[in-house]
């Protein structure tokens, strides 16, 4: 079981990156698949779900609104679109699943198993 996070990078304030996260050896379709990022100094913050079988969507308040999280299942892969970035969402980014999410707590980094290695996005002001 493999994830791995890509598409990080330096954008303007303002701009719009794209982050992938590829899965090996399992499918994403049975998992609930997440976004997280941490910033130096600050815990790990749950920013978009795609929760398993109904493929109901979550978003963290500070990213609603301008992040859209999807999933392709032929590539086996998930999305982040981030756009009207700004210099607040600079931290490494990561990707992670796991199958028994408790639905209310999406958003902690503690109930999921299987991470990437995480890409890092900085935004200049």
């Known amino acids: 079981v493999q994830l791995q996070a890509y598409g990080g990078g330096l954008v303007q304030t303002g701009g719009s990156l794209r982050l992938s996260c590829a899965a090996s050896g399992f499918s994403l379709d049975y998992y609930t698949i997440c976004w997280f990022r941490q910033a130096p100094g600050k815990e790990r913050e749950g920013l978009s779900c795609?929760?398993?079988?109904?493929?109901?969507?979550y978003y963290a308040n500070s990213v609603k609104g301008r992040f859209t999280i999807s999933r392709d299942s032929a590539a086996n892969a998930l999305y982040l679109q981030m756009n009207s970035l700004k210099p607040e969402d600079t931290a490494i980014y990561y990707c992670?699943?796991?199958?028994?999410?408790?639905?209310?707590?999406?958003?902690?980094?503690?109930?999921?198993?299987?991470w990437g290695q995480g890409t890092p996005v900085t935004v200049s002001s």
């Open positions: 795609i929760r398993r079988g109904d493929r109901r969507t």
């Open positions: 992670a699943a796991d199958r028994n999410i408790i639905r209310s707590s999406w958003w902690r980094a503690d109930q999921y198993d299987y």
